[in-house]
């Protein structure tokens, strides 16, 4: 707001100008990111200008501030601005803007800081979400649980919502679901278990039959014929035994007494504890016990009900639980996902590139924090198998790279610059707001979903590495390259 | 939600539950914590039931749900909720209960997520915060800039709020200026300077005196006459050679051509380019020349001009700046403060502690995951000169511990009992809400961040210091450690 007056004050409050939102470095020491949070842009700028601010800010800022700064900021809206955007689901590489966004200098400023922490978090969800499933493989369910981790309420809900673009089956959060169209799925609370002592008696025990017509059922009673009397001490004894001498290949002989009260229940104590506190063994017992009792009781379904684990799930315990031969359908992930301890921020920017139709480069004794002047153009050049080859920048009025013409590009951070033929180019940033209207409908999450999955096959394995990958390459096209070296040394603009 | 629906088809849903929320390790590898986060609580519950909700579910969850669930639902309010809480700002350990929640089973147990989500991160942004001022000292000015970097906007509000609370002096999110009062500060981005190219001419150049009555005056002529030529090459040459030869104690002698034209800018340009890369070395250099300024044109004012820095700023960092003889003043603090990458999450855990007046417990082969069962009260012990010795947990219905008196406890992971004689016995849970009801105003927020200080203040520096501190000790009575001990062994309780 400090900013706004200042432009205001000075004239240009209505001066056209160029912002680009992008990352420097990609997270958790990967190749690659996922863009994100679009949407939530989309909807952010379709209710500007929040109501009763421009009072608040008059209240804090000095009393001797025209009067008439405060009558413009009310005027503001989002009619003159237009953005560019990476689809979201897209791959994201650093310096290819996230975001174009264009408009009068006064209100493009404005939005640094809400665009910033819309796109910023979302995409760091989603990017972690992809590197949780690429770790998971793609048959487990992953099942985002961290609401209660997030850091803020609408944190959770960005959470839920990137998380499954970026590759998880569903979460937890049920306002995920109802106001974003999230797969919900939910499992049970300890508390739930311990508020029962067992002397309950539920006000209607019967239950209908699940697929026949046939008559209810009192379903404690059938529970407790199961259960009915305490199983054999002896039986127990003879397994705990066994357990003892082949703890890693464990099995019971359940008929002795009654494989209901005694067999059955003795044989779980026993595989359970052999399993404790590790949650791939306690899978494998808990699927050895189904397919017993599977099978001894010609119950089918029994064998592949779904064995679902949470409990501080990080990438490492995830690519244990993922191994092969592992029992475990289900991974509920909370804290690990949500906030993304690993690295909790993906530090965008957002920089001024052009005003007035003019470059403009922040110069810096840090090459890594100087950047690009410009309106720009940014294409994917694809391979003749359609694996990606390379990023490459360059100025909006230049012609797109030609498929199958050799192009001359530098690549970021080399000092040479090389040649490439790319079978393929796709344009990277479509027309998404134009003077403040939506351009058309956006993608469902769910369609975006696939996106991500779709563009993240096209990606090689080298980039996609979780640990010390190869980088992906984004390049300068000869034009932007030389505005570079003409602004880094001082020539004007 | 699925639960909420088997409570209450096991006629359940009204039966009378307490939860307790706490965490069971401080964070950071510290030993203690600030409690946040009752007022967002507090709106919270005062705000229930979100409308439109149970339509949602009633469309996700099985068809064949009994409509008189929903019904159920629609008439769910917090007018049977009961809170007791540890006041904002209020030291924190772990098992000490933050929230204790009582009422119907149903909808208490609902609040699990939301109160958790609400109270996790505002304790560990304050706790985050009390640690960034214990190193920065008391008299630095540590502003909050991070919402860019907030894990969703609310989360970026949150961060505002409860940093200030924790000890910051402000933030650069207006929205918390706003909403919750909390004292705004801004700076420019780099945006704002390289939009200019310096060709610009305000639409007004006329500034009005700040004091006087006297004339106004063009500002950019002023700051061009003291600019309008360039400096002298040689005398920047001189300047060059002394710098390199006492790089440390760099001085200039400013007047050889003159001051404004030459002098100062060559003497600027020299001391700035020592210190590169280096906050807290430029912070000097600019004093140094602030100081030199000030004398050469007796502006007195100029020398106590405060210095502000911010990039990335970490606890390291932060205790570099603030150590003994720095010029900086302010440190603007953004990603370190509100993702707290260090710990991004608290971890707190919303347990059922007694339902229908009868102790819960929930029994685990892991220790520190067990739950302390029973309604219960929580008191600090406090030495002679005031500061703090330990917190005590017991029963509800027991005596209160008395001053002066001995008593027996049991340290939590300690085998043994001690005996502990206070000069001070605090009640620690305050009446917040009663059945639906706040009992009274809520401190303000300014009031809060007081209480956060001078409690930090009566804990021993054994248990303040930042690594391996000296762990504060929670302790039970023996009747609480008798009911512990009497359920852990399968006592009924």
Known sequence: ??????????????????????????????????????????????????????QFLASVLPSDTDPAFFEHLRTLDCSGVTVRALPEGSLAFPSVPLLQVSGPLLVVQLLETPLLCLVSYASLIATNAARLRLIAGPTKRLLEMGLRRAQGPDGGLTASTY?????????????????????????????????????????????????????????????????????????????????????????????????????????????????????LQQAQEIRRVFRTVSAQFQMPWLESVPIAVSNNIDEEELARLAQEGSEVNVIGIGTTVVTCPRQPSLGCVYKLVSVGGQPRMKLTEDPEKQTLPGSKAAFRLLGSDGSLLMDVLQLAEEPPPQPGQELRVWPRGAREACVVRPAHVEPLLRLCIQQGQLCGPLPSLAESRAFAQLSLGRLNPEHKRLEQ??????????????????????GSS
């Not at 952010?44 to 421009?54: D, E, K, T």
């Not at 006000?203 to 026949?212: E, N, Q, V």
């Not at 099995?251 to 504890?273: K, M």
């Open 1 to 54: 707001a400090t900013m706004a007056l200042g432009y205001w004050r000075a004239g240009r409050a209505r001066d056209q100008a160029e912002f680009e939102l992008y990352f420097r470095r990609c997270p958790f020491g990967g190749a690659f990111a996922l863009a994100a949070g679009l949407r939530d842009c989309v909807r952010f700028l379709r209710n500007l200008p929040p109501a009763g601010h421009v």
């Open 163 to 279: 998380s499954y673009l970026g590759g998880f089956d569903g979460s937890s959060n049920v306002l995920a679901g109802q106001l974003r169209g999230v797969p919900l799925a939910g499992t049970l609370a300890h508390s739930f278990v311990t508020s029962f002592s067992g002397a309950e008696v539920p006000p209607d025990p019967m239950l209908a039959p699940a697929a026949s017509q046939g008559p209810r059922v009192d379903l404690a009673a059938c529970v407790e014929a199961w259960l009915e009397t305490r199983p054999h001490r002896g039986e127990r004894a003879a397994f705990v035994a066994y357990a003892l001498a082949f703890p890693r290949a464990f099995q019971g002989l359940l008929d002795t007494y009654s494989v209901q009260r005694s067999g059955l229940p003795n044989f779980l104590a026993v595989a359970l504890a052999l399993g404790d506190g590790d949650l």
């Open 469 to 490: 990958p190869a980088p992906y390459q984004v390049a300068l096209s000869d034009e932007l390259q030389a505005l570079v070296d003409r602004l880094s040394t001082g």
